[in-house]
Nanobody
Framework: VQVVESGGGLVQPGGSLRLSCAAS????????VAWYRQAPGKEREFVAR???????NYVDSVRGRFTISRDNAKNTVYLQMNTLKPEDTAVYYC?????????WGQGTQVTVSS
């Protein structure tokens, strides 16, 4: 199983980025997928999740700014991040999971700075 994140980078405050999480080696459509992030010196925190039935939930700090979606035909989940703030700076990790299975990507850096 391979999980690969992409789409990170440097963006100014107020800008947007779209992260992608591509998984292979699994029946992707039956898995839930979540995004987590870890800022320097802080613990990894939950950001957003989409279930196999497309229900979503978000941490309060990103609700209304971030949108998680999935394309099962492409085995990919997206995290659209708008109105980015400096406090969104972190390494973003993708987690693909279901009962008795849990896979992580290597992370992608997002830096929000002027």
């Amino acid at each position: 199983v391979q999980v690969v994140e992409s789409g990170g980078g440097l963006v100014q405050p107020g800008g947007s980025l779209r992260l992608s999480c591509a998984a292979s080696g699994i029946i992707f459509r039956i898995y839930s997928v979540a995004w987590y992030r870890q800022a320097p010196g802080k613990e990894r925190e939950f950001v957003a999740r989409i279930s196999s039935s497309n229900s979503t939930n978000y941490v309060d700090s990103v609700r209304g700014r971030f949108t998680i979606s999935r394309d099962n035909a492409k085995n990919t989940v997206y995290l659209q991040m708008n109105t980015l703030k400096p406090e969104d700076t972190a390494v973003y990790y993708c987690n693909v999971n279901r009962v008795a299975a849990d896979y992580w990507g290597q992370g992608t850096q997002v830096t929000v700075s002027s």
